[in-house]
């Protein structure tokens, strides 16, 4: 039995999305490639950033998933009841199972993804094709989440909070989008020097 209270927000929101998607779609019954829809549309959760870890372009995976809801079947005669396929409800329950092994408390949006990744049909056969295979997003979701277990309803604002309220320096150097420094080159020498001692590390900047 699927125990919707042992979802986070965030996945309780996709569920509630792909429901309104199919509804939108004129589809009989919820299926995975609604989910999966569902999932590609939210900006801030977790899917979006591991997507991009696995080097899958966003714009293509959200365009084809929507081809797939797109031409899905169509349900005849206003006021019928949406309800959840076969397949759907699988995705679900193997989402909590994911959830159980890796030792999170309540199911996420990368357990709906790693779910997602081994089903049969439409949408799994996209993710597998993007190379999002059920390894790859494990090996991705560590880097991502480290030694962070989901133990409450809002994990996602915890492990994007970096991301939200930071700037990574490093890549913005990389990408030529910050100034060159000049006539700093005795400070620069000086703070790579204490940056790699092995105690007392820490370079204080002043000015």
Known sequence: MIRMERFTVKAQEAVAESS?????????????????????????????????????????????????VSRGVRASGAGLELAAGAAYRRVLQQAEDEARKMGDEYVSTEHLLLALTGMDGPAGSLLKRLGTTRQRVLETLAALRGSARVTDQNPEDKLQALKRYTRDLVAAARSGKLDPVIGRDSEIRRVIQVLSRRTKNNPVLIG
């Open 20 to 68: 309104r998607l199919a509804g939108q779609a004129g589809a009989p019954e919820l299926l995975p490639e609604h989910l999966l829809l569902a999932l590609l549309s939210e900006s801030d959760g977790l899917v979006e950033p591991l997507l991009q870890k696995l080097g899958v372009s966003l714009p293509q995976i959200r365009q084809e998933a929507q081809e797939l």
